[in-house]
């Protein structure tokens, strides 16, 4: 049970109209396991994110989670397993305070069945989770509405967002894209720790550099195919990864 | 040098926000005043008026609720055209068991509202997928929808409606029950809306795909705010039947659905209070114009024009900014 994987994603294939985004995928990721996925533009892994989160409905291919399979549930039950996700567009409630965000995942099941969220309590836990994703204590950015919040800032939110639901499995993706260096490396030890909680977190990242310090494995995507997997060195070496997408980026 | 407008919390908001509240009775006036003068205004006015406004505040009070119902559609995402499905749906039910069953007032009533609320939830359950302008267009077809199927099927009364009906056993019921009703509305919803489910609601509102993915059942939700909604609707609906003392297609009208939404743009969107607000300026308004005959809805439109244009978030947002902000003119370099 223990090596068991967490997620199975398991021959997936979704085709919109014509083009086929993601094309008969197949990979694993373990509990306290980082799991990095590149590739260019256009090349489904957002849509692996929709398909694992249930935004989007397989074509074929099934994802077991926790031994179940999950590949017809809709996204909130999916939560309520244990899978969160950050938006690569971020979604924030614009009119709420930044705080007054995350009383929405604090009000799902999924944090009342974990930890009872009683109602009054939920201020003081959005405040410490924001503290948790790099908001000052006792600043007023936590109390101003999203809507004027920098990009920083609706990032960490986001990331909090997703912390907030006890999450088994977190899927990130593009959470750096926008970032400045040195926000990248304030976030970085936030993941890090997450990761030594034991859960399993899928980053999707255009950010090679800050990935492969922190990636475990990493698999490639292109044309919606997973065209390679390893850690970053095999990755980088592959003749696959070399035309497709680090070829490209050479300058 | 350009100037800027800027606004400051006034110092009794500020001190008021606090527990310093309780140190002075200046303070608590200022804190329970918003509260207490709408509350003492609407019971009492009635005593200053003429028989003849004493039916005109009756028809504000059922506007006003029908003006709530929507403003709780509305933060939710929902945008409704039909309100007068709530009214006429509340207004059958009542209606009917009346008439055939010669329930009593106080028990139609009540029916109409959980009756008539689940019926109005069941319809509109599958349309709140819909998006923006699908969800409205078939909310304004439903009543339509309604009226016509009486007609043709000639059921309940068909084009000649039940006639007759029992009326509330006390008068000053027929003006204090609406009232009452619009009071317990109008601070439940202000209430519901800032506990941590009205955010939830909001959250639905701003993004559905993010409350989604925050592990909530936004059908769930959305199918809670229906009932509410719709429940509140229906009393309107099956109190006036009462009053009227008849039910008949004339509940499905339009008045009932571009009323409310008028009533909710003029005073403040998204308030609760804003809409009642809207529903005490525009239904007397609507009064005083009578004497204009054919013209009224000339002028009519045009007040509404002037409210939105000098107002565009509504007089109620606006009052309130008074209240708690003063402005002054800054240099900016
Ligand atoms: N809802 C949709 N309807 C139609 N086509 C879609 C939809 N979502 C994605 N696609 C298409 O599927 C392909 C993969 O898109 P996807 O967003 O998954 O790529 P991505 O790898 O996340 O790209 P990026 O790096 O730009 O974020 C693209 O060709 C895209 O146009
Ligand atoms: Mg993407």
């Known amino acids: 049970m223990h090596n068991s994987p967490l997620l199975r994603v398991n021959n997936i294939t979704k085709r919109f109209g014509g083009i086929t985004a993601v094309n008969e995928i197949t990979f694993e990721i373990k509990k306290g396991e980082l799991l990095g996925v590149i590739g260019p533009n256009g090349s489904g892994k957002t849509t692996l994110a929709n398909l694992i989160t249930g935004f989007v409905k397989p074509t074929s291919g099934t994802i077991t989670f926790h031994g179940k399979d999950i590949h017809s549930l809709p996204p909130h039950k999916r939560v309520l397993l244990g899978i969160a996700r950050t938006f690569q567009m971020v979604k924030p409630f614009y009119q709420l305070a930044a705080y007054k965000n995350l009383i929405i995942p604090l009000c799902s099941q999924r944090v009342k069945d974990m930890e009872g969220g009683k109602y009054g309590e939920r201020d003081d836990i959005a405040l410490d989770l924001l503290e948790e994703v790099g908001f000052e204590r006792d600043s007023r950015v936590a109390y101003k509405p999203a809507s004027i919040l920098p990009q920083g800032y609706l990032k960490r939110l986001e990331l909090a967002k997703a912390i907030a639901l006890f999450p088994d499995l977190i899927i990130l993706d593009e959470l750096f894209s926008g970032l400045s260096l040195a926000e990248v490396a304030s976030i970085i030890p936030i993941i890090e720790k997450l990761r030594v909680q034991g859960k399993a977190i899928i980053m999707i990242e255009h950010r090679l550099k800050e990935l492969f310090r922190i990636a475990d494995r990493i698999i490639v995507l292109n044309f919606g195919e997973k065209i390679a997997e390893g850690n970053a060195d095999e990755v980088m070496e592959s003749k696959a990864v070399k035309n497709a997408y680090l070829g490209a980026e050479t300058e | ?333």
């Open chain 2, 1 to 333: 040098m350009a100037k800027r407008k800027e606004r400051i919390d006034r110092g009794i908001k500020v001190r008021s926000d606090d527990i310093f509240a309780l140190s002075s009775w200046r303070e608590m006036l200022y804190l329970s005043s918003p509260r207490v003068l709408p509350i003492v205004i609407i019971l009492f006015l009635a005593i200053f008026l003429s028989p003849y406004w004493q039916r005109v505040l009756l028809s504000v009070a059922v506007f006003g609720i029908l003006s709530l119902s929507w403003d709780m559609l509305n933060q939710t995402g929902m945008i409704s055209l039909g309100q007068s499905l709530f009214f006429g749906i509340g207004a059958y039910f009542a209606g009917t068991m009346n008439h055939y069953f010669g329930w009593h007032p106080f028990l139609t009533i009540p029916f109409a509202m959980i009756a008539g609320g689940l019926f109005c939830t069941v319809i509109l359950m599958p349309l709140v997928r819909l998006r923006g302008i699908y969800f409205s267009m078939t909310t304004l077809i439903l009543p339509i929808f309604f009226e016509r199927l009486i007609e043709a099927a000639r059921i309940f009364g068909g084009t000649e409606g039940l006639t007759g009906l029992q009326s509330l056993p006390y008068s000053w019921l027929e003006l204090y029950l609406p009232l009452l009703f619009l009071l317990i509305v109008l601070f439940g919803f202000r209430r519901f809306m800032a506990s941590d489910y009205g955010l939830v609601l909001k959250g639905i509102h701003d993004n559905d795909q993010s409350v989604k993915s925050s592990g909530i059942n936004i059908n769930i939700y959305k199918a809670f705010v229906l009932f509410m909604a719709s429940a509140v609707g229906c009393f309107a609906g099956a109190f006036i039947t009462h009053v009227y003392l008849f039910v008949g297609m004339p509940v499905f009208a339009l008045d009932y659905s571009i009323l409310p939404i008028a009533s909710s743009v003029v005073g403040g969107v998204g308030t609760f209070a804003g809409p009642v607000l809207g529903a005490f300026i525009l239904v007397p308004l609507s009064e005083i114009l009578r004497q204009f005959g054919g013209l009224r809805i000339v002028f009519y439109g045009m007040f509404l024009v002037i409210f939105i244009v000098a107002l565009p978030d509504g007089i109620f947002p606006y009052i309130q900014r008074k209240y708690q902000q003063f402005e002054r003119w800054v240099e900016v370099k």
